[in-house]
C-alpha cells in the first residue's frame, strides 16, 4: 500500500503524474493527470486509473513506440530513468511533451513512476497577430498584478508571474488553459457559476471594448476559491474590425471579501443587538457643542426628529426637575476627568409621564489628548423600575399579611427574626425569646438536634436559599417535633413557614414498619423473613456453615375461627408467637409469614440431628392449653404441625429451602400433625404425583373423560331391583383405571370437586328421566354428597338449575352424606338440609354407625333412609359383634320409621339374615357391581322377565 503522505505529495507536483505497475496499469494519478484525461483527449495521452498506460491508440506511432521502449528499460533496471521527446499541435498551438519514466521498488514491488511535462509554445503559432517586445515583457513581468494574455478563443498564451503566484499555477500549468476548463469552477459575487462566455476575456472580446471592475471568484491549485477584481482590455490587430487577443488583469480580494463578511456579520449582530435591547445610540462633540441621535433615541425621549435642533438643550429640556442638575454635573465631570460615566435618570415625555433612563458612554480623545467626542447609548427602564417599585409593595404586603396568617412564618433580615403567633404557639417560644438568629438556633436546637446545615447557612449566612427542609426541633415543653421549613427571598428578607410534620413523619414509620412487621403479632412479615433469609444464604456460602428453617402451622386453626369468630382467632396468634418467641434461642429469628403459619431461621447448627431436636422444643412448648380472656374465658388444646429443610443439603437458595420445608409441612399433617418433619426427596416424588393426579383431573374435566356408573339397589324379598345408586368413575388413556378414592381425595383437596359434583347431579338427573321416558321406573336415584361440595354456597343453586333444566320429579332423587357432616356446623347443615327438603329431595346417611352422630341428630335433620355401613355387613353371620349392632340399626331404624339399606351384601348368607330382620333393601356384588348406564337398563329389564 502506497503511504498518504506520498500521494498528496504527488498530488501537489505540477506536472502530470501517475505510478504504474510493470505491467502499466495505472495505480495512481494525481489531479492534474486527471486534468489532462480530458484536456488533451484528441491526443489518447492518458488513462484513468485502474486502465493499461500507454494507450495504444496514440495517433503518434513514433512517440508510442520511443515510450514502450523506455518503459521495457525501466522495467529491466530498477533505478533507470528514461525521458521521451515529441510534439503535437493542439487548440492552434505548438506543444512540447517530455516524458520521464522511473522505476523503483517499495515492499518488494516494483513500479514505475510516469512524469509528463506539456510546455505550450505560443510564439510559434502562425495565426497569431500579437507578439509583446522584450521591453513590454518586462514591464509585464514586474507588475504586481496578475496579466494573462488570450487568444480569441480564449485560451491563455502568457501570463506574468504575479498570476502564477495567484492563481498556485506554473506557467506550464496555465498556458493552453481556456475559460470553458472545468477546473477553474468560476464563480458569480452571488454564489452562482459564471459561465465562460461571460467570463471578462470573453465580454471583451465579444464586445470589442474593456471590461472593468468585474468580481469573479476562481478556483486555485488547492481547490479553495480566490476571489479577483478583474480588468479585461480587447486588442486588436491593425486594421481588424474583431479583437484578436485580450489582456486581463487581475488583483487577489480574497481577504478583504473576508473581512467585509465578517464586519457585515458585526454590524447585523450590533444592529439586532441594540434592538434587541432597545438601546438608543448618541454622539456629542465637544467642539460644536452638537449632539446628534439616531432612531431609538427619538423614541426613548418621546421628541419628534423635525423638532430636535441638535442643540444640548435639546437633552436638558427633557430631564425631570429634580435629576436636572445632578445630571448635568455627571456629565460636566465626565468631560473634565476624561471617564466614562453610567448613571440612571429620569425624564419628562411630551405626554406629562415620567421615564427611567439608564446611560452609558465613553470619551474618545484628541490628538491632543483632549476631549474631542462623547459617545453614549440611553435605555429605556421604565418598565423594570415600575416592576420593581410593585413588586417591592407586593413584598411588604406579604410580609404584613403572612404576619396575620393562621400557619407559623417567621422571617429573617439583618440577623433578626421576627415570628407570628402561630410560630410561637408552634415552638413554645415568645418572638422576644426568639428576636435573634443565635436565640432562635439556641432554643430549637438544643441538646443533640442539629439543624441541616444548607438551612442554617441560608439563615446565618445568607447564602443561596435552601428552599425546603425537614428537621426535628426541641419545643419549650422538651417534647420534639418534626418541622419542614419552607422559605422564599423577599426583597429584602427571607420569608420561612414552618409546618407541623409530626403526626405525619409517624405515620411514615408506622407505615415503614407495616412494610416489614406483622402488625397483628409484631413478628417480621414474610417480606422481611424472606430478605433475611436470603442475606443468609450469602453468609452461609461463604463461611461454609449450616442454618435451617423451621415452618410452622397451626392444626386445625380453621375450627377456632369459624366456630368462635376471627377475633378469638387473633387473639389466638398472638399466644401462640409468644409461646414460639420464649422457645426461641439468641441467634435464631421467628416470623409470621401468613394465616397460621409462621417461620423460624434456625443458625448455627451441626446437624438435621439438632434441628429436627430445636423443632419438637417448640411443639412441646404447646403440651398445656392456651388461655384466652374474653367475655368468657376459654382454654384451648393447640398443636403445631413442623416442616423442616437444612441448608445446604435441602436446597441452596431460599426458594428451595422454602418450598421444600412446606413439602415436609404437607407430609407431616397427612401423617397426622402435631409432629416435625423433615425433608426427604421422596416427599417431592409424592407431591408430584399428587399435582399431576390434579393437573389430569382439570384436564379429565376439560375433556369430559368422566363417566357414569350405577350400582342396583335391590329389594331383600325379592331380590327385584328397586332403585340405584350413583357412582363415577374415571379411565384414564395412560394411567389405566383410577379408583374414586384416589381421585375424590384430590378434588376435594383442591376443590375440583364442587365442578365435578355439579356435572354429576346435572347428568344423572338427565340419566334417570331417560329411563323413566324408556319405560324404567325406579323408585329413586342416590347420589352422593362430598362435603366440600355440600359446604360450597352454590349446591342449593345449582340443584335447582338441573331439576328446572331435566323435570325430574325431586322426590326421585336422594342425596348421601355422611354422619361427619351433620356433626360439624349443625347450623349451616340444619340450613341446607331444609332448603333440600322445600325442593322435595329426600335424605340419606351414608355408612351409618362409622361416624359420631346419635339419634338426636336422625330426628332433628329428619332424614329419611339410613344406609348400614358394609364393614357390619361383610362377617355376617360369623360375627356374632356385626350381627349383634346390625340387627340393633334395623330394629331402631324400625322405631323410627326409617328405610334401610344394607351395603355390601355378597353373600346368600348375608342376605338371608338380612330378610330376617326385616331389612329393607340392599346393593352389593350379591346382585351387581356399579355398571354403565346400558347395563343397568338390560339388569333391570332381566330382573323383570324373570318375574
Known sequence: MLEKE????????????????????????????????????????????????????IPDKVFLESIQIALKQAAADVGLSASVQTEFFHQSYQHKLICTLNSFSSNNETMLVISMNILMDADASKTLPFKLTQDEGIILNSLLEGVVIQDASGVIISNNPASEKILGLSSAQMRGLDNADPSWGTITEAGNPCPPEDHPSSLAISLG?????????????????????????????????????????????????????????????????????????????????????????????????AEFTGQFSDFINTL???????????????????????????????????????????????????????????????????????????????????????????????????????????TGYSKTELSRVEDFFNCLFSGKLEPNQDFYESVTRNTDLQSKSTMQIQHKDGSRRWITFEGCNLADRQAWVMIDMTEQVNAEKELKKLAFFDSLTGLPNRHS???????????????????????????????????????????LLTRVSRRLKKRLREDDTLGRIGGDEFMIIVRNIRDSDKLISIANSFIDAFTTPVVLNNSVRLSLNVTITIGASLYPIHGEDYVHLFRNADTSLYHAKAEGKNRAQLYQSEFTTSLKTKLELEANIELAI?????????QPIVNCSNNQILSAECLMRWFHPELGYITPDKFISAAETTGQIVRLGRWVIRESFKEFVKWQQNGIELEYLAINLSPVQFNDGSLINDISIALAETGINPKSIVFEITEGMLVHNQSYTSNILKKMKKLGIRLAIDDFGTGYSSLAYLKYFDVDILKIDRSFIMDIPDNPQDMQITGAILSMAQDLNLKVVAEGVETEGQLAFLKAHNCNTYQGYFKSPAISGDEFVALFKNDKQVV
Open 6 to 57: 506520498l500521494l498528496d505529495a504527488l498530488n501537489c507536483v505540477p506536472e502530470h503524474i501517475a505510478l504504474t505497475s510493470l505491467d502499466g496499469r495505472v495505480i495512481f494519478c494525481n489531479k492534474l493527470w486527471e486534468q489532462g484525461l480530458h484536456k488533451y483527449a484528441k491526443q489518447e495521452l492518458f488513462v484513468k486509473a485502474g486502465d493499461t498506460w500507454p494507450n495504444h491508440d
Open 209 to 305: 471594448k474593456p471590461v472593468y471592475d468585474f468580481t469573479m471568484g476562481v478556483n486555485d491549485s488547492s481547490g479553495h476559491v480566490r476571489w479577483l477584481k478583474i480588468n479585461s482590455q480587447p486588442i486588436f490587430a491593425n486594421g481588424a474590425d474583431k479583437p484578436s487577443v485580450s489582456i486581463t488583469s487581475f488583483v487577489d480580494i480574497t481577504e478583504e471579501k473576508r473581512r467585509q463578511k465578517s464586519l457585515f456579520k458585526l454590524s447585523e449582530r450590533l444592529k439586532l443587538a441594540l434592538k434587541a435591547g432597545q438601546l438608543g445610540v448618541w454622539e456629542f462633540d465637544t467642539k460644536t457643542g452638537k449632539i446628534s441621535w439616531d432612531e431609538r433615541m427619538f423614541d426613548i425621549f418621546d421628541v419628534k426628529p
Open 320 to 426: 425631570h426637575p429634580d435629576d436636572k442638575e445632578r445630571t448635568i454635573q455627571i456629565f460636566a465631570d465626565s468631560l473634565e476627568k476624561k471617564q466614562s460615566m453610567a448613571f440612571d435618570f429620569r425624564i419628562i415625555d411630551s405626554h406629562e409621564n415620567i421615564r427611567h433612563l439608564s446611560g452609558t458612554s465613553e470619551i474618545i480623545q484628541g490628538s491632543n489628548g483632549e476631549p474631542d467626542i462623547c459617545v453614549g447609548i440611553n435605555q429605556d427602564i421604565t418598565l423594570q423600575k415600575n416592576a420593581k417599585q410593585l413588586l417591592l409593595d407586593q413584598h411588604i404586603k406579604l410580609l404584613n399579611f403572612v404576619s396575620a396568617m393562621p400557619v407559623a412564618v417567621f422571617s429573617v433580615v439583618n440577623n433578626s427574626i421576627t415570628i407570628n403567633k402561630r410560630g410561637e404557639h408552634l
Open 529 to 571: 423473613i424472606e430478605q433475611k433469609l436470603i442475606a443468609l444464604v450469602d453468609i452461609a456460602k461463604s463461611t461454609g456453615t449450616l442454618f435451617g428453617i423451621l415452618l410452622i402451622d397451626l392444626d386445625s386453626f380453621k375450627n377456632v375461627n369459624d366456630n368462635y369468630g376471627h377475633i378469638v382467632g387473633d387473639q
Open 702 to 710: 376439560a375433556n369430559q373423560a368422566f363417566s357414569l356408573h350405577f
